[in-house]
Protein backbone atom coordinates (compact mmCIF):
# COMPACT_ATOMS: atom_id res chain seq x y z
CA UNK A 1 0.00 0.00 0.00
CA UNK A 2 1.25 3.04 -1.19
CA UNK A 3 2.25 6.12 1.06
CA UNK A 4 -0.80 8.97 1.78
CA UNK A 5 -1.02 12.41 3.12
CA UNK A 6 -2.47 11.28 7.35
CA UNK A 7 -6.01 12.20 7.12
CA UNK A 8 -6.61 14.68 9.39
CA UNK A 9 -10.06 15.92 9.00
CA UNK A 10 -11.43 13.34 11.24
CA UNK A 11 -9.05 13.57 14.23
CA UNK A 12 -9.59 16.09 17.33
CA UNK A 13 -7.78 19.92 16.58
CA UNK A 14 -5.18 19.74 18.62
CA UNK A 15 -4.32 16.08 17.24
CA UNK A 16 -4.27 17.52 13.28
CA UNK A 17 -1.89 20.43 14.62
CA UNK A 18 0.55 17.85 16.13
CA UNK A 19 0.86 15.91 13.07
CA UNK A 20 0.92 18.61 10.24
CA UNK A 21 3.47 17.56 7.47
CA UNK A 22 3.26 13.61 8.26
CA UNK A 23 3.22 11.23 5.61
CA UNK A 24 1.58 8.05 6.88
CA UNK A 25 1.75 4.20 5.68
CA UNK A 26 -0.96 2.18 6.56
CA UNK A 27 0.04 -0.66 8.65
CA UNK A 28 -1.29 -3.86 7.66
CA UNK A 29 -0.08 -6.13 10.03
CA UNK A 30 -2.00 -7.13 13.26
CA UNK A 31 -5.33 -7.81 14.46
CA UNK A 32 -5.91 -4.10 15.92
CA UNK A 33 -9.37 -3.77 14.58
CA UNK A 34 -8.58 -0.22 14.09
CA UNK A 35 -6.24 2.40 11.82
CA UNK A 36 -3.13 2.13 12.33
CA UNK A 37 -0.65 4.42 10.73
CA UNK A 38 3.35 5.12 10.33
CA UNK A 39 4.02 8.59 10.29
CA UNK A 40 6.98 10.15 8.52
CA UNK A 41 8.14 13.98 8.43
CA UNK A 42 11.28 15.53 7.49
CA UNK A 43 13.98 15.77 10.30
CA UNK A 44 11.68 13.87 12.69
CA UNK A 45 11.78 10.49 14.04
CA UNK A 46 8.88 8.17 12.77
CA UNK A 47 6.03 7.61 15.29
CA UNK A 48 2.84 5.62 15.06
CA UNK A 49 -1.00 6.71 15.22
CA UNK A 50 -3.73 4.00 16.39
CA UNK A 51 -7.15 5.48 16.02
CA UNK A 52 -10.80 3.81 15.96
CA UNK A 53 -14.29 3.78 17.31
CA UNK A 54 -16.73 1.60 19.28
CA UNK A 55 -14.94 -1.15 21.07
CA UNK A 56 -11.72 -0.48 19.48
CA UNK A 57 -11.53 2.69 21.41
CA UNK A 58 -11.67 0.98 24.72
CA UNK A 59 -8.95 -1.78 23.24
CA UNK A 60 -6.83 1.67 22.01
CA UNK A 61 -7.52 3.25 25.49
CA UNK A 62 -6.55 0.37 27.63
CA UNK A 63 -3.36 0.15 25.46
CA UNK A 64 -2.61 3.76 26.77
CA UNK A 65 -3.19 2.94 30.23
CA UNK A 66 -0.07 0.12 29.89
CA UNK A 67 1.69 2.11 27.68
CA UNK A 68 2.00 4.85 30.57
CA UNK A 69 2.18 2.38 33.29
CA UNK A 70 5.51 0.19 31.45
CA UNK A 71 7.22 3.64 30.90
CA UNK A 72 10.33 3.16 32.80
CA UNK A 73 10.32 -0.27 33.75
CA UNK A 74 10.42 -1.82 29.92
CA UNK A 75 11.32 -0.68 26.19
CA UNK A 76 7.97 -0.13 24.73
CA UNK A 77 6.28 2.67 22.47
CA UNK A 78 5.78 5.79 24.57
CA UNK A 79 3.09 7.79 24.33
CA UNK A 80 3.35 10.98 22.64
CA UNK A 81 -0.62 11.85 22.70
CA UNK A 82 -3.84 10.34 23.71
CA UNK A 83 -7.42 11.53 23.15
CA UNK A 84 -10.90 10.36 23.13
CA UNK A 85 -14.32 11.72 22.55
CA UNK A 86 -17.63 9.46 22.66
CA UNK A 87 -16.72 6.59 20.93
CA UNK A 88 -13.35 7.52 19.49
CA UNK A 89 -10.09 7.19 20.58
CA UNK A 90 -6.43 7.89 18.85
CA UNK A 91 -3.23 7.15 20.75
CA UNK A 92 0.15 8.40 19.16
CA UNK A 93 3.24 6.82 20.59
CA UNK A 94 7.03 6.40 19.24
CA UNK A 95 8.16 3.67 17.23
CA UNK A 96 10.79 1.05 18.04
CA UNK A 97 13.99 0.78 16.66
CA UNK A 98 14.47 -2.09 14.33
CA UNK A 99 11.85 -4.48 13.07
CA UNK A 100 9.03 -7.17 14.00
CA UNK A 101 10.39 -10.65 15.06
CA UNK A 102 8.64 -12.23 12.55
CA UNK A 103 10.32 -10.10 9.71
CA UNK A 104 13.98 -10.99 11.57
CA UNK A 105 13.46 -14.10 11.67
CA UNK A 106 12.55 -14.60 8.12
CA UNK A 107 15.36 -13.05 6.73
CA UNK A 108 17.80 -14.10 9.32
CA UNK A 109 17.22 -17.89 10.30
CA UNK A 110 20.93 -18.92 10.60
CA UNK A 111 20.72 -16.55 13.68
CA UNK A 112 17.41 -17.94 14.75
CA UNK A 113 18.18 -19.32 18.30
CA UNK A 114 20.53 -16.12 19.36
CA UNK A 115 17.25 -14.04 18.73
CA UNK A 116 15.19 -16.40 20.75
CA UNK A 117 17.13 -16.32 23.89
CA UNK A 118 17.38 -12.38 23.97
CA UNK A 119 13.51 -12.82 23.59
CA UNK A 120 13.19 -14.95 26.42
CA UNK A 121 15.19 -12.58 28.20
CA UNK A 122 13.04 -10.13 27.90
CA UNK A 123 10.47 -11.68 28.53
CA UNK A 124 11.79 -13.19 31.80
CA UNK A 125 12.69 -9.09 32.88
CA UNK A 126 8.82 -8.53 32.32
CA UNK A 127 7.69 -11.19 34.08
CA UNK A 128 9.89 -10.04 37.21
CA UNK A 129 8.30 -6.82 37.52
CA UNK A 130 6.47 -6.98 40.87
CA UNK A 131 2.55 -8.21 40.61
CA UNK A 132 1.49 -5.95 43.58
CA UNK A 133 2.75 -3.22 41.52
CA UNK A 134 0.54 -4.26 38.95
CA UNK A 135 -2.69 -2.33 38.15
CA UNK A 136 -4.13 -4.62 35.50
CA UNK A 137 -5.38 -8.34 36.28
CA UNK A 138 -5.57 -10.59 33.22
CA UNK A 139 -5.49 -13.77 34.73
CA UNK A 140 -7.27 -16.81 32.87
CA UNK A 141 -10.98 -16.66 34.57
CA UNK A 142 -11.39 -13.02 32.84
CA UNK A 143 -9.86 -14.45 29.85
CA UNK A 144 -12.55 -16.85 29.75
CA UNK A 145 -15.03 -14.42 30.41
CA UNK A 146 -13.92 -12.51 27.35
CA UNK A 147 -13.56 -15.54 25.52
CA UNK A 148 -17.38 -16.72 25.85
CA UNK A 149 -18.70 -13.23 24.84
CA UNK A 150 -16.91 -13.37 21.62
CA UNK A 151 -17.92 -16.93 20.91
CA UNK A 152 -21.49 -16.45 21.88
CA UNK A 153 -21.31 -12.69 19.94
CA UNK A 154 -19.55 -14.42 16.49
CA UNK A 155 -16.62 -13.12 17.19
CA UNK A 156 -14.29 -16.25 16.85
CA UNK A 157 -12.82 -16.78 13.17
CA UNK A 158 -12.49 -20.55 12.96
CA UNK A 159 -10.94 -20.52 9.47
CA UNK A 160 -7.85 -18.47 11.64
CA UNK A 161 -7.49 -21.57 13.90
CA UNK A 162 -4.21 -23.04 14.54
CA UNK A 163 -3.03 -26.41 12.70
CA UNK A 164 -3.88 -28.22 15.39
CA UNK A 165 -7.49 -27.27 15.90
CA UNK A 166 -7.75 -26.52 12.36
CA UNK A 167 -11.18 -27.67 11.17
CA UNK A 168 -12.98 -27.86 15.12
CA UNK A 169 -15.66 -25.35 15.82
CA UNK A 170 -14.74 -22.87 18.27
CA UNK A 171 -17.51 -24.23 20.31
CA UNK A 172 -15.43 -27.73 20.75
CA UNK A 173 -12.45 -25.83 21.27
CA UNK A 174 -14.43 -24.25 24.23
CA UNK A 175 -15.79 -27.82 25.42
CA UNK A 176 -11.80 -29.21 25.10
CA UNK A 177 -10.61 -26.51 27.12
CA UNK A 178 -12.85 -26.13 30.26
CA UNK A 179 -11.88 -30.23 29.72
CA UNK A 180 -8.31 -29.63 31.10
CA UNK A 181 -9.21 -27.32 34.10
CA UNK A 182 -8.76 -27.07 36.70
CA UNK A 183 -4.91 -26.09 36.28
CA UNK A 184 -2.40 -24.31 39.07
CA UNK A 185 -1.67 -21.36 37.44
CA UNK A 186 0.82 -18.96 39.06
CA UNK A 187 0.74 -14.89 38.85
CA UNK A 188 3.10 -12.89 37.17
CA UNK A 189 3.07 -9.27 35.00
CA UNK A 190 2.14 -10.65 31.61
CA UNK A 191 2.22 -9.07 27.96
CA UNK A 192 -1.04 -11.09 26.88
CA UNK A 193 -0.37 -11.36 23.35
CA UNK A 194 3.54 -12.01 23.25
CA UNK A 195 3.61 -12.97 19.63
CA UNK A 196 6.70 -12.81 16.83
CA UNK A 197 4.40 -9.84 15.21
CA UNK A 198 4.60 -7.56 18.82
CA UNK A 199 8.53 -8.10 19.90
CA UNK A 200 11.03 -6.07 18.01
CA UNK A 201 14.66 -6.92 17.35
CA UNK A 202 17.86 -5.39 16.02
CA UNK A 203 20.47 -6.96 15.12
CA UNK A 204 19.15 -10.02 16.93
CA UNK A 205 18.56 -8.41 20.22
CA UNK A 206 14.81 -6.92 21.30
CA UNK A 207 14.68 -3.30 21.38
CA UNK A 208 10.54 -3.75 22.82
CA UNK A 209 7.10 -5.09 22.70
CA UNK A 210 4.35 -3.15 21.33
CA UNK A 211 0.57 -3.96 21.04
CA UNK A 212 0.01 -4.05 25.32
CA UNK A 213 -3.39 -3.59 25.69
CA UNK A 214 -4.17 -7.11 27.28
CA UNK A 215 -0.98 -6.96 29.65
CA UNK A 216 -2.06 -7.99 33.30
CA UNK A 217 -0.81 -10.17 35.99
CA UNK A 218 -1.85 -13.81 34.68
CA UNK A 219 -0.20 -17.00 34.18
CA UNK A 220 3.41 -17.43 32.60
CA UNK A 221 2.32 -19.44 30.40
CA UNK A 222 -0.16 -17.32 28.75
CA UNK A 223 3.19 -15.63 27.25
CA UNK A 224 5.37 -18.72 27.16
CA UNK A 225 2.48 -20.30 24.42
CA UNK A 226 1.63 -17.95 22.16
CA UNK A 227 5.28 -17.63 21.44
CA UNK A 228 5.94 -21.32 21.51
CA UNK A 229 2.84 -21.73 19.11
CA UNK A 230 4.40 -18.73 16.95
CA UNK A 231 8.08 -20.60 16.34
CA UNK A 232 6.05 -23.93 15.34
CA UNK A 233 6.42 -22.57 11.69
CA UNK A 234 9.94 -22.29 12.31
CA UNK A 235 10.24 -26.10 13.51
CA UNK A 236 10.21 -27.94 16.83
CA UNK A 237 13.79 -27.68 17.30
CA UNK A 238 13.25 -23.86 17.76
CA UNK A 239 10.10 -24.54 19.89
CA UNK A 240 12.90 -26.54 22.35
CA UNK A 241 15.47 -23.89 22.07
CA UNK A 242 12.78 -21.33 23.09
CA UNK A 243 11.26 -23.06 26.49
CA UNK A 244 14.67 -24.23 27.20
CA UNK A 245 16.18 -20.11 27.00
CA UNK A 246 12.70 -19.65 29.07
CA UNK A 247 13.57 -22.17 31.81
CA UNK A 248 10.54 -24.25 30.91
CA UNK A 249 12.03 -27.75 29.85
CA UNK A 250 10.56 -29.82 30.71
CA UNK A 251 6.74 -27.77 29.90
CA UNK A 252 3.93 -27.92 31.80
CA UNK A 253 2.39 -29.30 28.28
CA UNK A 254 -1.53 -28.65 30.00
CA UNK A 255 -0.82 -25.35 30.63
CA UNK A 256 0.71 -24.98 27.28
CA UNK A 257 -2.36 -26.35 25.29
CA UNK A 258 -4.86 -24.69 27.85
CA UNK A 259 -3.63 -21.02 26.80
CA UNK A 260 -3.16 -21.76 22.85
CA UNK A 261 -7.08 -23.16 23.11
CA UNK A 262 -7.51 -19.60 24.87
CA UNK A 263 -5.88 -17.23 22.36
CA UNK A 264 -8.04 -19.07 19.24
CA UNK A 265 -10.80 -16.83 20.39
CA UNK A 266 -8.90 -13.38 20.42
Known amino acids: MSDATVNLTSLPADLRTRLAGYTATPVTTGESGGEVHRLSAPGLPDCFLKAGRGSVSDDITHEMLRLTWLDGRLPAPRVLHFVRNDDHAALLSTALPGVAAAEWLAAHPERAADAVHSIAKFLRQLH ?24 DAGLVDEEDFD ?4 GMSAEAVWTAMQAMLPLSFERVVTHGDFSLDNIFLADGRVTGCLDVGRLGVADPYQ ?8 LSELGAELQETWLSAF ?20
Open 163 to 166: EARA
Open 223 to 230: DVAILWNN
Open 128 to 151: ALPVEHCPFEAGHVLRLAAARQRL
Open 247 to 266: GMMPPDNARLAFHCCLDEFF
